[in-house]
């Protein structure tokens, strides 16, 4: 199975902060590859796919890049409402796999 | 508006089955593939399984493969989740989830609020 391996696992920020998080494939996904948003007690939310599409409603602060195996989410301007945890999908081969999560949490 | 509503989850103890039920509606049922997406607090999002939009393309998680089986009635706009020898392990959220591609595969772009999955004695 496609390992994909989120980093970092976790991260203090602040309001108004540029924040990066990545993914990186075992092996080559092309661009499958989406992320999600989750908070607590909410169904996970859809923000980029095919790695740098971004999903409709979604602020454009959110953005995505990469193909092949590295693949990055970036957040251009921290906002209140996007501390939660991030995850990557390869939805390339099958078994498609998540990243382990990124924890975005207020400095 | 894109709705999908699970069903099915609850208590049941290890080595027994439970079928889990999705009904969706607001979009073209038979135009997408669906998913089964699992939540649990320590391990996060697991991808359980995906059906194409004919049933003609079905994929496993390792850990499920052999003892789950999704399926679709396309005719009553319904997924489903049949799972067999249940484990503790398969304790968690699980979610149905409708792809974002016409008649292809991809990430999930609606979501339903879930339905819980207890294995325990």
């Known amino acids: 199975a496609i390992q994909m391996t989120q980093s970092p696992s976790s991260l203090s920020a602040s309001v108004g902060d540029r924040v990066t998080i990545t993914c990186r494939a075992s092996q080559g996904i092309r661009n499958d590859l989406g992320w999600y948003q989750l908070k607590p007690g909410k169904a996970p939310k859809l923000l980029i796919y095919a790695a740098s599409s971004l999903q409709s409603g979604v602020p454009s602060r959110f953005s995505g890049s990469g193909s092949g195996t590295d693949f990055t989410l970036t957040i251009s301007s921290l906002q209140p409402e996007d501390f939660a945890t991030y995850y990557c999908l390869q939805d390339n081969t099958y078994p498609w796999t998540f990243g382990q999560g990124t924890k975005v949490e207020i400095k | 508006e894109v709705q999908l509503v699970e069903s099915g989850g609850g208590l049941v103890q290890p080595g027994r089955s439970l079928r889990l039920s999705c009904a969706a509606s607001g979009f073209t049922f038979d135009d997408y593939g669906m998913h089964w997406v699992r939540q649990t607090p320590g391990e996060g999002l697991e991808w359980v399984s995906t059906?194409?939009?004919?049933?003609?393309?079905?994929g496993y998680a390792d850990s499920v493969k052999g003892r789950f089986t999704i399926s679709r009635d396309n005719a009553k706009n319904s997924l489903y989740l049949q799972m067999n020898s249940l484990r503790p392990e398969d304790t968690a959220l699980y979610y149905c989830?409708?792809?974002?591609?016409?008649?292809?595969?991809?990430?999930?772009?609606?979501w339903g609020q879930g339905t819980p999955v207890t294995v325990s004695s």
């Open positions: 989830a409708k792809g974002n591609w016409y008649r292809g595969a991809g990430s999930f772009d609606y």
């Open positions: 059906i194409s939009w004919d049933s003609g393309s079905i």
